[in-house]
C-alpha cells in the first residue's frame, strides 16, 4: 500500500509569520503534527510520503504515485483541501480525510472516499482493518475521547525539518474552562487527557537525536489543565532532561491566565526552558469577559498578571476579539491602552466568530444572527454573525486597534516595556548562527532602510545595545512587525470591500 499524506496550503495568517520566515530563510513555521501522528499509526510495511504544501508544491505524480491520499486540514486551508481532493478524484486515487475542517462540517465532504473524523487514535485502526478487509466505509466517527498514552511518536523523519522554524510536540488534550466562542471543548473535551511522562521524554530524546536544535511549541490547548501532574511529574522530569542535553531547546506553549496564580508553576516551567506563552486574554472589559464565560479572566488586575508572568522569565504572547455585545464604542480605545500598558508585543486581535458547535453558535442561532460560514481565520475582517454595533462600526474601530498597535511607534514602545519587565532565565541561550546574523543583515535592509517608520526600528536597536538579549530580541521583534504590518496593509483593501458588503448585510 502506498500512502501520501498531505498538507493543504495556508493562505497568509496573523500565525503563518511567512514574512518573518523569510529572513531566517525558513519555509513554514511548524510541521503537521496531526499528519505525522497519523503517519506512525499505519502499519508498517506500508510506503508513506508526505507533501506539506505549506514547504513544497503538490504534483500530479506525487498523487498517481499513491493508492491513497490521506489529507488533513484547518477551516482555514479548505480553498487548498477542496482543490486537492478535486485533483485526486480526476487522477482516481482514493481520498481519506480527517482534522478539524472535515470533523466540523462531514456534511459537506461526503463526496470525498472516506471521511476519519475525530482523533485518529480511535478511528483509524477500525478503518485500517476494515480497508484490509476490503470493506471499508465511508465514515469512522466516535463519541470517545483518546486515551493519549497510546499515541505514537509522530513520524518526524516524514518532513525536512531544516524547512521548519520549530519543532512541536503535544503533551495533553482538552481544556478545562468553557469560553463560549471556543471550539476546543467541542473537538477535545473538558477532561485533561495527557500523555506519560515517559511519552514526552521519548519525543524529546527523537527530535534531539533527529539533530534539532531551538524552538520547540507544545501544541497543547492548555499545558497547565493540570497542575499537579505537570509540577509533580512532567516539569521535573523534563527539567532533568534539558540540563542532562545543555538546553537544546526552548518552548512555548499556550496557557489560562491562571498560570500567573502559581509562582512554583512559572518557576518549573522556566526552569524547564519555556520561555514564551500564549494567552487568550480577549478583552479588558468586564462584561464582556462575562458574557463569553471567561471566568478565569474575570475580577483581575490582568496587566499585572501579565507582567508578573513577564518577570518570571516568559514572554507573554495575546490573544484579543472585538466584537462582543458587551462592547461599547470605548472598547477600542481601551484595549489599545491595554495592549500597550501590558507590553504583550505579539498581540492577536481578531474579530469574533462563532465556530460551529460552540455555545455562541448556538445562542446567534436562536437570535437568527448568523450569516455566513466562519472563515476560519479570526484577523481576515471577516464574522459569520452580525454585529450588536453593526459591522461596519465594528470594523472601523478594529483597523483603528491594529493600526495603532502595529504602527512601528506603537510596537516598539511595547517592546521596551516588555523588555524592561522581562527577567532572562540563566538557562536561555542566544544564538547568534549564521542564520541569525543574515536576520539581523536583512532588518536593517527591510526594516531600518525601505520601511516606514523606520526611526523607531533605529531607536529600538541602539536603546537595546545595553543588553545582550535585548538586542536579540528586539530584533527578533521587529523582523515580527514587519510580517504583522505587512498582513494588515493587506486586508486594508479587503475590508474596504468588506464594510461595503455589510451594508447590503444589514439590509437583508
Ligand atoms: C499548533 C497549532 C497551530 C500552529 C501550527 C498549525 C499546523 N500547521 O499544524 C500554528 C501556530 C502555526 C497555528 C496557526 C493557526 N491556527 Co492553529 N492550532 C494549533 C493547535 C493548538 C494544535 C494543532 C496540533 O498540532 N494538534 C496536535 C495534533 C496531533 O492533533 P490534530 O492536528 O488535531 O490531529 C489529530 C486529529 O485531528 C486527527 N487528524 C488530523 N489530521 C488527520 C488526517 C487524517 C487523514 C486522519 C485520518 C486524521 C487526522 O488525528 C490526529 C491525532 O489524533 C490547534 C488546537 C488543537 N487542539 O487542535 C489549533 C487550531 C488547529 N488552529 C486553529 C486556527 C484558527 C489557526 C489560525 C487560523 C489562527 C490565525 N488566525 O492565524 C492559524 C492558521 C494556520 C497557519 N499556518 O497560518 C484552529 C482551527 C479551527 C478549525 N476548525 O479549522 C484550531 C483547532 C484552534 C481553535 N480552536 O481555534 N495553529
Ligand atoms: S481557556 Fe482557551 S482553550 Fe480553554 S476554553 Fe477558553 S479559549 Fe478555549
Not at 5 to 13: A, C, G, M, S, W
Not at 168 to 189: E, K
Not at 311 to 333: K, P, R, Y
Not at 451 to 456: A, I, L, T, V, Y
Request: aromatic share 10%; charged share 25%.
Amino acid at each position: 500500500m502506498k500512502v501520501l499524506l498531505v498538507n493543504p496550503e495556508v493562505p497568509d495568517t496573523f500565525w503563518g509569520l511567512k514574512n518573518a520566515l523569510k529572513f531566517i530563510s525558513k519555509k513554514s513555521i511548524i510541521p503537521p503534527l496531526g499528519l505525522m501522528t497519523v503517519a506512525a499509526m499505519l502499519p508498517k510495511e506500508w510506503e508513506i510520503r508526505l507533501r506539506d504544501m505549506t514547504v513544497k508544491k503538490l504534483r500530479d505524480r506525487d498523487i498517481q504515485w499513491a493508492d491513497y491520499v490521506f489529507i488533513t486540514s484547518m477551516q482555514i486551508q479548505k480553498i487548498s483541501a477542496d482543490q486537492v481532493i478535486e485533483r485526486c478524484k480526476k487522477i482516481g486515487t482514493k481520498v481519506v480525510a480527517g482534522g478539524p475542517l472535515f470533523t466540523s462540517i462531514p456534511e459537506q465532504y461526503m463526496h470525498v472516499d472516506h471521511l476519519v473524523l475525530k482523533e485518529a487514535e480511535l478511528t483509524l485502526p477500525p478503518f485500517i482493518r476494515d480497508l484490509q478487509k476490503g470493506c471499508p466505509r465511508k465514515l469512522y466517527n466516535t463519541h470517545e475521547k483518546a486515551d493519549l498514552r497510546q499515541t505514537p511518536i509522530p513520524s518526524l523523519n516524514l518532513v525536512n525539518m531544516k524547512k521548519y522554524a520549530m519543532m512541536c510536540i503535544q503533551y495533553s488534550r482538552g481544556c478545562p474552562f468553557n469560553c463560549d466562542f471556543c471550539d476546543v471543548t467541542t473537538l477535545f473535551g473538558h477532561k485533561i487527557r495527557t500523555k506519560s511522562t515517559d511519552q514526552v521524554l521519548d519525543e524529546l530524546e527523537n527530535l534531539y537525536s533527529l539533530g534539532w536544535r531551538g524552538e520547540v511549541f507544545f501544541v497543547d490547548d492548555n499545558l497547565i489543565g493540570n497542575k499537579a501532574r505537570l509540577k509533580s511529574e512532567l516539569l521535573p522530569a523534563v527539567i532533568e532532561w534539558m540540563k542532562s542535553r545543555q538546553y537544546p531547546f526552548s518552548f512555548n506553549t499556550q496557557a489560562s491566565i491562571n498560570l500567573a496564580d502559581d509562582d512554583e508553576l512559572m518557576e518549573l516551567m522556566v526552569q524547564a526552558g519555556f520561555d514564551c506563552v500564549f494567552i487568550g486574554i480577549e478583552t479588558p472589559n468586564e462584561e464582556s469577559l462575562e458574557e463569553c464565560n471567561k471566568i478565569q479572566n474575570k475580577g483581575r488586575d490582568l496587566v499585572g498578571c501579565i507582567t508578573k508572568i513577564q518577570e518570571s522569565g516568559m514572554q507573554v504572547q495575546g490573544g484579543f476579539i472585538l466584537g462582543f455585545d458587551s462592547d461599547n464604542t470605548a472598547a477600542f480605545d481601551n484595549l489599545i491602552q491595554f495592549i500597550q500598558n501590558s507590553g504583550i508585543v505579539m498581540a492577536m486581535v481578531g474579530l469574533l466568530n462563532a465556530p460551529r458547535g460552540t455555545k455562541l453558535y448556538q445562542r446567534l442561532f436562536s437570535e437568527n444572527r448568523l450569516t455566513r460560514p466562519a472563515t476560519g481565520d479570526n484577523t481576515d475582517c471577516s464574522m459569520n454573525f452580525i454585529p450588536r454595533m453593526g459591522f461596519a462600526n465594528l470594523l472601523q474601530g478594529y483597523q483603528r486597534v491594529i493600526h495603532t498597535i502595529y504602527s512601528q511607534q506603537h510596537y516598539c514602545e511595547r517592546i521596551k516595556t516588555f523588555l524592561k519587565n522581562y527577567r532572562i532565565s540563566p538557562a536561555t541561550k542566544i544564538r547568534f548562527s549564521y542564520r541569525e546574523m543574515q536576520a539581523l543583515l536583512k532588518s536593517v535592509w527591510y526594516i531600518g532602510i525601505l520601511s516606514r517608520g523606520r526611526k523607531h526600528y533605529w531607536k529600538l536597536v541602539f536603546w537595546s545595545l545595553r543588553k545582550r538579549h535585548y538586542f536579540h530580541m528586539a530584533v527578533t521583534f521587529s523582523i515580527y512587525g514587519y510580517h504583522f504590518r505587512k498582513i494588515f496593509e493587506a486586508l486594508q483593501q479587503r475590508t474596504k470591500k468588506l464594510a461595503l458588503d455589510s451594508k447590503v448585510h444589514v439590509l437583508s
